[in-house]
């Protein structure tokens, strides 16, 4: 069974910067779509980007232009890059690898957004 990780979270003041990291115990990047998911405090847990096994990526509209998904390949590590971070980007940041119907979830990592 694939196994997600994900570490980087952390409280960050208004216009801050983090970058999570999302182990993952196989090397599955070219056959599973990979993802960012978060859930808002209070909220249901929403896209936030997607990385296709070709390579190509999308965003939600509310962090376009502000965060960046990618993957190392060589570690097994599916990245995101979160710049100009607002008080809205608080939540509980879950990676994810799709493959079918199958999916596999990390346990979240916590991002505090606060000055």
């Known amino acids: 069974q694939v196994q997600l990780v994900e570490s980087g979270g952390g409280l960050v003041q208004p216009g801050g910067s983090l970058r999570l990291s999302c182990a993952v115990s196989e090397s599955i990047f070219n056959a599973y779509h990979m993802g960012w998911y978060r859930r808002p405090p209070g909220k249901q847990r929403e896209l936030v980007a997607r990385?296709?096994?070709?390579?190509?990526?999308t965003y939600a509209d509310a962090v376009k232009g502000r965060f960046t998904i990618s993957k190392d390949n060589a570690n097994n590590t599916l990245y995101l890059q979160m710049n100009k971070l607002t008080p809205d980007d608080t939540a509980v940041y879950y990676c994810?690898?799709?493959?079918?119907?199958?999916?596999?979830w990390g346990q979240g990592t916590q991002v505090t957004v606060s000055s």
């Open positions: 994810l690898a799709t493959l079918g119907v199958v999916d596999y």
């Open positions: 990385l296709s096994t070709a390579g190509s990526a």
